[in-house]
C-alpha cells in the first residue's frame, strides 16, 4: 500500500472511530438550533397531580441525537400512555403522536409561544379538538393544561389540569 493510501486509510479509522465514541445523547447537527430545544424544561422523570390526588407518574426523555422527545405515561388506574415529539425545522412546529392502552389516539402540533408550550389537533380533524400546553412553572414543575372543544366554536373544555413535580419537587406533590 502505498505512504498516500496509508494516510487516508488511517485518516478514514481515525474518523469512524470517533463518530462511533459520539455519546448518543449528543444533538445531531441538524437538531441542535434552539427551536430543537423549547421543549426541554419537560425532560425528566415527574410525579404528576391533578389537583390534591396523585395523577400518576410520566418519564419524559430526549432521544435520537436530541431530534425527538419520547414520553411514558403510567397513570395511578393502570391507564398507560405513549407519545412522540419533534420539531419540524421546515414547517416551524412541534408536532405530538401519541397512542394510549386503550387504543385512544392524537396527533398535535404547534408552537412554544407566551411561555408555554401548545400543540392542538387540526381545525380539519374531526370533532372533538384538543389542545394541551404545557407551561414551566417558577418552582421547577410543569403545568398541564388539557382542553377539548366538542363542537366548531364551542368553548373549550378542560379534560386535565395537572401539575409535574420533579424529584427535587417530591417532597410538596400530592399524595
Not at 415527574?46 to 430526549?62: E, F, L, P, Y
Not at 419540524?88 to 409561544?113: M, P, Y
Amino acid at each position: 500500500m502505498s505512504h498516500t493510501r496509508l494516510k487516508v486509510a488511517a485518516a478514514l479509522l481515525v474518523a469512524v472511530t470517533a463518530a462511533a465514541q459520539t455519546p448518543s445523547n449528543v444533538a445531531a447537527p441538524r437538531c441542535s438550533s434552539a427551536e430543537y430545544r423549547q421543549f426541554d424544561f419537560w425532560l425528566g422523570e415527574w410525579d404528576v397531580a391533578q389537583g390534591d390526588k396523585t395523577a400518576g407518574r410520566n418519564s419524559i426523555r430526549s432521544i435520537l441525537n436530541g431530534c425527538a422527545i419520547s414520553e411514558e405515561w403510567s397513570g395511578t388506574g393502570g391507564f398507560r400512555g405513549n407519545s412522540l415529539n419533534f420539531y419540524n425545522a421546515d414547517t416551524k412546529r412541534w408536532h405530538q403522536t401519541w397512542i394510549d392502552s386503550q387504543g385512544q389516539s392524537l396527533a398535535l402540533s404547534g408552537q412554544f409561544e407566551a411561555g408555554s408550550m401548545t400543540l392542538q389537533s387540526a381545525p380539519a380533524d374531526t370533532m372533538p379538538r384538543h389542545k394541551i400546553s404545557w407551561t414551566p412553572m417558577p418552582d421547577k414543575s410543569v403545568r398541564q393544561l388539557w382542553q377539548v372543544q366538542d363542537a366548531p366554536g364551542a368553548d373549550w373544555k378542560t379534560l386535565f389540569d395537572g401539575k409535574y413535580f420533579g424529584p427535587a419537587l417530591s417532597s410538596s406533590a400530592p399524595k
